[in-house]
């Protein structure tokens, strides 16, 4: 089943377009990676997924229903959420508390049950539950806005450089609780600067330039590609 299909998507800041004619596709349960330069438009992309940009033309389907036009509340409704670069998370709230604004657009009895589950991921969070969350270092915020996104219930993860500016271990747990997400049947669209890592754990790939994707493929064949490999990977090629 396809989880999320984008058609001819054009999109940026006013009259400054940064995305042209984009053209991606996801499945359902699988982690897509996409790798790119800075401002090659990948963070423009999550931002116009998930309804923070308006697109100028194109199409958005997120499993079979145009969300190209929808509000942020009502994407985040549908199934959707977003880890965005840099974790922003709600310092002066408590960890629970930011746990909690993951579940605003839910009103099921079973939020404190999610958060539970969070809490037992990630077991930092669970210790800290009552501190600030400006109190947590750099790779406790990350799993705060990653446990965050989950307490919405997403069917689609957007995660945008989720191991930027952590320690190698750290990084390491990230791609860890990647690997989880997917085996308890996450789909999830990864923007990751890390592209062996992201590549690693990639079903499929796609790679963008100046707001174009130009190149697509399997995580392991772009792995093996010599243009990626050079550019990206920071190995010559053959």
Known sequence: MTMLAIAGLR?????IEVL??????????????????????KTTLLKTISGLIRPTAGTIAFAGEDIARRPPHKIVGL?????????????????LDNLRMG??????????????????RFPALAER???????LSGGEQQ????????????RLLLMDEPSLGLAPRLVTRIFRTLR??????????????NARQALQVADHAYVMERGRIVL??????????PDVQRTYLGRRAA
């Open 11 to 15: 999109s940026g800041y006013g009259k």
């Open 20 to 41: 042209h004619d984009v053209d991606l596709t996801i499945a359902q349960g699988q982690i897509v990676a996409l790798i790119g330069a800075n401002g090659a438009g």
């Open 79 to 95: 199934g959707i959420s977003h880890v965005p670069e840099g974790r922003a998370v709600l310092k002066r709230m408590s960890v």
């Open 103 to 120: 579940a605003y657009v839910r009103t099921d009895a079973e939020i404190d049950r999610d958060i539970d589950a969070v809490l037992a």
């Open 129 to 135: 539950r009552r501190h600030l969350a400006a109190t």
């Open 143 to 154: 799993m705060l806005a990653i446990g965050r996104a989950l307490v919405a219930r997403p």
């Open 180 to 193: 989880e997400l997917k085996e308890e049947g996450k789909t999830i669209l990864l923007v990751e600067q």
């Open 216 to 225: 697509s493929g399997s995580g392991a064949s772009l792995l093996d590609n």
